[in-house]
């Protein structure tokens, strides 16, 4: 289960939904939680209860939340205990805290809910520069190609592979990463020839 | 009539190590003829189909080789040459370039300014055509070889060309995929250009072959006769298709001596 | 055959900063140089890069994500993985790595939820302009200056400027989070610059050892020194500009170790009259300007381990006159 793969829980009642709508709706949250006073506030509700109130609506199961939130958590953590080392710092660290959580949250809901083609959609209409709508798109579609490569190549490598030394593997990944750019050029002449074939100027 | 195709005395030479792809390779393809082009691995073969399309040599010759359907292919009408010829590359994931199928199968009629409605007719009608309908909002890594293979050929014909070219159409597909892709090349009208090395799809579908060997055209003729040339065969790297060695399809097979 | 994925970006270690840490005014202003190293970069790859090789920019940006998946094991278990940018650029030239590490940034938050939205702008800056063009900037210099074997003298220069751009990055990012009061500079200067001179030891062995790979099996995707130079004309200067820019925003106000520049700062910023009150003044300053001296020694010594790290990754792993040795595992 994964954004990647938008269509397995695309029956979500906000998957419907217009993406202008969601991406504008995350973005006001988010931008109104970064906004909020620096320390514990009751104000956080807001926030708080508005995506408590969305998340049925998203059909997120709480695994998933729950291990995407311990992820960014590393991070978060490691900001957060870096601010602590002031006076008075409790009110930043738990404000912090409790803000980029929050955030992280309403990021979750957004990509649970929205392929991420139909936020290339809104860029566009949004007239984001075509060069990187169009980098954006060969992208998005070649991701799972280049995944697929890239595996084979480890699991050929792997299965050559008999005696470990850090520095070797090392090494083999570095040829695997070297492989993986050259055949990502050659990849992309010939989808340059194709794209001419069909008539693309 | 003039032939859908027509290749004077093409050569090629690749301009990064200097290898001459293709030397001085003619022949010719009538309206609605098949031919397959044979030769070994590194024959010059996917440098010829790219020509066929214009997308070789990077500078367009002084002197045109190759004319399509009369119209000498030039710099001048490149745009026509590449609607008018088909061309299926060999890896169908270097030619769907789209988030789902029914932009990909779109790309091409929107070069030529097909819109709106007609434009989704247009898909949903070349998506029937290959087995493929209510495959438009499908993602192009979701699909089968086969079915990517598919859609790629719908995307083609979207263009409405009057020649295909078909670099390898059956590699990488399952006995059930070729028989059904076989099938699907066969209901389609206009002419018709195959490499491969899949003899038997060659001896089903084409009614006369080139081979190519090192850049160099070293025979054309009718399909059986010229598969049926073992010493032939093997000269160039190729072999006797099977369904060529027994009288019957289902006798004993002669040994090959 | 359809693909199953576990995408997930399994672990973070990079400097993506979340929501919730920098402040509007940082926000607003990394935003602001970010956008416009992106806009210069759309501006000089417009100029530059032909038709041909547009679908590269999508394929690079796959390729650099692809490549961040791979974890590259480091002592006791634990692992990290690369980040790109300089590899990019050296690569794909700076203007065009910039907007691929932008591209990859928007889709780890976008797709992902990987990196803040609000924050988008501030990576977009530390990550996809200062890591990118600083590393690039060191690149460039060591290959033109450094008289080794051709070969030899790129792997150093790649593996000494992804070390670079990384902690370059870090800093900016440092630089940042302090701007926005949320860290104060002596903690957050020092945790993120030591760190980061270490991760990026990572970095660039793995981004000198690429960038050989890649030269020994198609070299000529690997631009040479000379041909690809980095001029007034493909934007040096303006990106030198913008760097600069976001060093004296974020950075400068608070690497001056002298008491006086910080208070009238904080003064400035309006920043809560507590931390400067009378009992702390006796003990905080001093540690800062400590703090900051002793980092700025620690990154001076850095710089020349990793210079001469980088010198003998390139002699141990370039054989001399650059006769590709024989490598039975380079195929595939």
């Known amino acids: 289960m994964h954004p990647l793969e938008l269509e397995s829980h695309g029956r979500a009642p906000l998957a419907g939904a217009s993406s202008r709508l969601k991406l504008l709706a995350a973005l006001g949250i988010i931008t109104l939680t970064a906004l909020l006073p620096r320390r514990p506030h009751i104000l956080y509700l807001i926030p708080a209860t508005t995506l408590l109130l969305l998340w049925p609506f998203c059909r997120m199961p709480l695994g998933y939340a729950v291990r995407r939130l311990l992820v960014a958590e590393m991070f978060i953590l490691g900001i957060a205990l870096l601010s602590l080392v002031r006076p008075a710092a409790a009110p930043i660290f738990f404000s912090s805290l409790i803000k980029s959580n929050l955030c992280v949250f309403s990021m979750l809901l957004l990509t649970w809910t929205t392929p991420f083609q139909d936020v290339l959609q809104e860029l566009r209409r949004l007239r984001f520069p075509a060069v990187m709508l169009t980098t954006l798109a060969l992208m998005y579609r070649y991701l799972p190609v280049l995944g697929e490569e890239t595996r084979r190549m480890s699991r050929a490598r792997a299965s050559r592979t008999f005696a470990r030394r850090r520095l070797g593997t090392w090494q083999s990944l570095a040829l695997i990463i070297g492989q993986l750019f050259i055949r990502s050029a050659d990849r992309a002449e010939r989808i340059y020839l194709a794209m001419c074939a069909r008539g693309w100027k | 009539m003039s032939a859908a195709v027509e290749v004077r005395k093409l050569s090629y030479q690749y301009p990064q190590h200097g290898r001459l792809a293709l030397d001085q390779v003619s022949f010719s393809v009538g309206e609605e003829e098949c031919i397959g082009v044979l030769g070994p691995n590194g024959a010059g073969k996917s440098t010829l189909l790219l020509h066929l399309n214009g997308l070789l040599p990077e500078h367009v010759a002084p002197a045109p080789s190759i004319w399509i359907g009369g119209e000498p292919i030039g710099p001048k009408n490149l745009d026509l040459v590449r609607q008018r010829v088909g061309l299926l590359f060999q890896d169908p994931d270097d030619q769907l370039i789209s988030a789902t199928v029914l932009e990909d199968v779109a790309f091409g009629p929107r070069q030529l300014g097909v819109e709106g409605a007609i434009l989704k007719a247009l898909v949903g009608q070349c998506l029937d055509q290959v087995g493929l309908s209510g495959f438009e909002d499908r993602q192009p890594h979701r699909l089968s070889h086969g079915e990517k293979r598919r859609v790629c050929l719908a995307g083609v014909l979207a263009c409405k060309p009057s020649v295909l070219v078909l670099d390898e159409p059956t590699s990488d597909l399952d006995p059930r995929g070729r028989r059904e892709f076989k099938a699907l090349l066969q209901s389609l009208p206009g002419a018709k250009i195959i490499a491969t090395h899949d003899l038997e799809l060659v001896v089903d579908l084409c009614s006369r072959v080139i081979v190519l060997d090192e850049g160099k055209l070293v025979a054309e003729g009718a399909t059986r006769a010229l598969l049926s040339n073992e010493e032939l065969m093997l000269a160039h790297g190729l072999e006797k298709p099977h369904s060529l060695m027994h009288r019957h399809p289902h006798g004993p097979a002669s040994p090959v001596s | ?332």
Not at chain 3, 55 to 84: C, D, E, R, W, Y
Not at chain 3, 212 to 225: D, E, T, Y
């Open chain 3, 1 to 332: 055959m359809v693909w199953s994925c576990d995408w997930e970006p399994a672990e973070h270690k990079q400097m993506h900063l979340p929501d919730g840490f920098l402040d509007a005014k940082t926000a607003l202003l990394s935003s602001g140089v970010g956008v416009a190293g992106v806009g210069l970069a759309l501006r000089q790859v417009g100029n530059s890069v032909q038709s041909r090789q547009m679908p590269m920019l999508g394929l690079g940006a796959a390729f650099v994500f692809a490549a961040q998946m791979l974890n590259f094991p480091i002592a006791g278990g634990t692992s990290g993985h690369l980040v790109g940018g300089v590899l990019a650029a050296i690569l794909l030239g700076p203007s065009a790595a910039v907007l691929v590490m932008t591209c990859v940034l928007i889709v780890q938050c976008l797709m992902f939820a990987d990196g803040g939205l609000t924050a988008l702008g501030a990576n977009v800056f530390n990550m996809a302009v200062v890591n990118v063009v600083g590393g690039y900037f060191v690149f460039k210099l060591l290959r033109s200056v450094i008289r080794m074997e051709q070969h030899r003298a790129t792997v150093f220069a790649a593996a000494f400027a992804g070390w670079f751009g990384t902690v370059l990055g870090a800093v900016v990012c440092a630089g940042e989070l302090a701007f926005s009061n949320t860290v104060p500079w002596s903690i957050a200067f020092p945790a993120m610059a030591n760190v980061h001179m270490l991760v990026g030891i990572g970095e660039g062995l793995a981004t000198g050892l690429i960038v050989l790979a890649v030269l020994r099996a198609r070299p000529q995707l690997v631009p040479s020194g000379r041909d690809a130079g980095f001029t007034l004309r493909s934007g040096a200067l303006g990106y030198g500009l913008l760097i600069c820019l976001g060093l004296t925003l974020f950075v400068a106000p608070f690497a001056c170790p002298w008491p006086d520049s910080l208070e009238a700062i904080g003064a400035r910023l309006g920043l809560p009259s507590q931390t400067t009150a009378a009992p702390l003044a006796g003990y905080r300053f001093p540690l800062i300007g400590s703090a900051t001296v002793a980092t700025a020694v620690a990154g001076a010594v850095g710089t020349i381990i990793a210079f001469i790290a980088a010198y003998a990754l390139a002699r141990a792993v370039v054989p001399v006159f650059g006769a590709p040795k024989k490598d039975a595992s380079t195929g595939t």
